[in-house]
């Protein structure tokens, strides 16, 4: 079956630089692509970006650009989503979400999620 | 960017009731558009997809309609599970926003 694991909730300081692993099992890992979503307390999701599992081309959000990197390792079929300068607005739970690799673009599996903290 | 708008932001309903919420993107998006369930503690369900195709395993109590810029999700015959925060996506074009949410109470 499907699976989507995430690593485990991280504490850090502000400045530092978080990365959360997303380890896929189950399916052709090359067939789809990962999405990192996140979700601040008590608020909506946001879309922070994509990575193709197949050539590893990605594309980020305006707002992440220049602070985030997404990469896959196709060896251990895992996708890492990696913010750095970190602020406490950055404080969210942040899920990986995998998309096919062809056709109409959806989210069917996602991972348990990852909540990382920010704060002096 | 697309912003999406869903409303209402939330809605009262009771079990048996058949509800419909609505999400409008900025921009024609075709039929690229997502519905997802969120329960709290527990990351989101796609329930629809192309806004219209129901997912592997989601009951046909849910259904969606719509295309370009105006969607519809409908869920009839509430069951008690379906109380739960539901979010529109669009996937026309990155960013692939989502809606701000739906927040459906007893």
């Known amino acids: 079956q499907v699976q989507l694991v995430q690593s485990g909730g991280e504490v850090k300081k502000p400045g530092a630089a978080v990365r959360v692993s997303c380890k896929a099992s189950?399916?052709?890992?090359?067939?789809?692509?990962f999405s990192w979503v996140r979700q601040a307390p008590g608020q909506g999701l946001e879309w922070m970006g994509w990575i193709s599992a197949y050539n590893g081309h990605t594309r980020y959000a305006d707002k992440f650009q220049g602070r985030v990197t997404m990469t896959v390792d196709t060896s251990t079929t895992t996708a890492f989503l990696e913010v750095r300068s970190l602020r406490s607005d950055d404080t969210a739970v942040y899920y990986c979400?995998?998309?096919?690799?062809?056709?109409?673009?959806?989210?069917?599996?996602w991972g348990q999620g990852t909540l990382v903290t920010v704060s002096s | 960017d697309i912003p999406m708008t869903q409303s209402p932001s939330s809605l009262s309903a009771s079990v048996g009731d058949r509800v419909t919420f609505t999400c409008r993107a900025s921009?024609?998006?075709?039929?690229?558009l997502n519905w997802y369930q969120q329960k709290a503690g527990k990351a989101p369900k796609l329930l629809l997809y192309?806004?219209?195709t129901l997912q592997s395993g989601v009951p046909s109590r849910f259904s969606g309609s719509g295309s370009g810029t105006d969607f519809t999700l409908t869920i009839s015959n509430l069951q008690p599970e379906d109380f739960a925060t539901y979010y529109c996506q669009q996937t026309f074009s990155a960013p692939h926003t989502f809606g701000q949410g739906t927040n459906l109470e007893i």
């Open positions: 189950g399916y052709t890992f090359t067939d789809y692509g």
């Open positions: 979400a995998r998309y096919p690799r062809f056709g109409v673009v959806f989210h069917d599996f």
């Open positions: 192309a806004a219209s």
């Open positions: 921009e024609d998006i075709d039929k690229y």
